[in-house]
Antibody, heavy 118, light 110 residues
Framework: QVQVVESGGGVVQPGRSLRLSCTAS????????IHWVRQAPGKGLEWVAG????????YYADSVKGRFTISRDNSKKMVYLQMNSLRPEDTAVYYC???????????WGQGTLVTVSS | QSALTQPASVSGSPGQSITISCTGI?????????VSWYQHYPGKAPKLMIY???NRPSGVSNRFSGSKSGNTASLTISGLQAEDEADYYC??????????FGGGTKLTVL
């Protein structure tokens, strides 16, 4: 069955960097776009970034543009989210999700918590 | 990239029907048939309930249905059950090839 698993979360000081990883199984990884979505404590879901099936197209929310970079390695079935210049408002559970046939996210991971605090 | 507008909360009794609205603009909800709906229990992974405005993924109950008119999409849950109590989010593609979510709606089953 399709599985998506995030890792790499933790506590980091403001201004520092962190890299999240997303590994997938159960489907032809290189055929699908992958997205990152986050949920800050007590808040709703916020789309963060997305990458096309072959890595040629990358898209970012305005709130992270210039600070976060999404990438993928299809040979390893991995997607990464490099987060630089982290701010307290980046504190959230970060979910990795597989895009479906349209612009839906049909399979999600359990999330990894990122806490930005001094 | 303003969030889509959803009511903060809705409620209904078991067996009743409820509808959650999701309002955007012409460059997201109104411009594309790529509206999705997600059910989210706190601490769990969100679950896709509706995609492409009105399509149900395999395994999702036919009590869940979606529609769209102009810049507003809607999720209807009929025959409300206790286990439907959760947070519900809509999302849409945008003219910038990004995704935008609604603020979320907390459904309470009375």
């Amino acid at each position: 069955q399709v599985q998506v698993v995030e890792s790499g979360g933790g506590v980091v000081q403001p201004g520092r960097s962190l890299r999240l990883s997303c590994t997938a199984s159960g489907f032809t990884f290189s055929n699908y776009a992958i997205h990152w979505v986050r949920q800050a404590p007590g808040k709703g879901l916020e789309w963060v970034a997305g990458i096309s099936y072959d890595g040629s197209n990358k898209y970012y929310a305005d709130s992270v543009k210039g600070r976060f970079t999404i990438s993928r390695d299809n040979s390893k079935k991995m997607v990464y989210l490099q987060m630089n210049s982290l701010r307290p408002e980046d504190t959230a559970v970060y979910y990795c999700a597989k895009r479906g046939s349209g612009w839906d996210l049909d399979h999600w991971g359990q999330g990894t918590l990122v806490t930005v605090s001094s | 990239q303003s969030a889509l507008t959803q009511p903060a909360s809705v409620s209904g009794s078991p067996g009743q029907s409820i509808t959650i609205s999701c309002t955007g603009i012409s460059s997201d909800v109104g411009g594309y048939n790529y509206v999705s709906w997600y059910q989210h229990y706190p601490g769990k992974a969100p679950k896709l309930m509706i995609y492409d405005v009105s399509n149900r993924p395999s395994g999702v109950s036919n009590r869940f249905s979606g529609s769209k008119s102009g810049n507003t999409a809607s999720l209807t849950i009929s025959g409300l059950q206790a286990e439907d109590e959760a947070d519900y989010y809509c999302s849409s593609s945008t003219s910038s090839s990004t995704l935008v979510f609604g603020g979320g709606t907390k459904l309470t089953v009375l």
